[in-house]
């Protein structure tokens, strides 16, 4: 329960404001910060499990609820920032 609602609070605020930024504004570098974003989904999760575990030791994070909120965070994130971008630039200008 911890980790899940971590999870889900770390992965609403930062893809809220991303999601936002990224689809209502038009800027210098906008496309470029979107496809870095969605790159993020396109590397396996098989690919990370080594380093992501050298990172969480040298952090003294394994084992811990902290750790696993930003290893599901990070997962989740770029999915989280695709879909919500689309929905922001789908509301229309008021």
Same mark, same amino acid.
């Given at each position: 329960?911890?980790?899940? @609602? @971590?999870? *889900?609070?770390?992965?609403?605020?930062? !893809?809220? !404001?991303? !999601?936002?930024?990224?689809?209502?504004?038009?800027? &210098? !570098?906008?496309?470029? $910060? #979107? /496809?870095?974003? =969605?790159? @993020?989904? =396109?590397?396996? +999760? &098989?690919? +990370? %499990? $080594?380093?992501?575990? $050298?990172? #969480?030791?040298?952090?003294? *994070?394994?084992?811990?609820?902290?750790? *696993?909120?930003?290893?599901?965070?990070? /997962? +989740?994130?770029?999915?989280?920032?695709?879909?919500?971008?689309?929905?922001?630039?789908?509301?229309?200008? %008021?």
């Amino acid at each position: 329960m911890i980790v899940t @609602g @971590g999870s *889900l609070i770390v992965i609403l605020a930062l !893809g809220l !404001g991303a !999601g936002f930024v990224l689809g209502r504004y038009q800027f &210098k !570098g906008h496309g470029l $910060i #979107l /496809g870095f974003v =969605l790159s @993020g989904m =396109l590397v396996p +999760a &098989k690919l +990370a %499990i $080594i380093p992501l575990f $050298i990172q #969480l030791k040298w952090m003294h *994070l394994l084992d811990s609820h902290l750790g *696993l909120i930003l290893v599901y965070s990070s /997962g +989740a994130l770029p999915a989280a920032i695709f879909i919500l971008s689309g929905f922001f630039r789908s509301l229309p200008l %008021i």
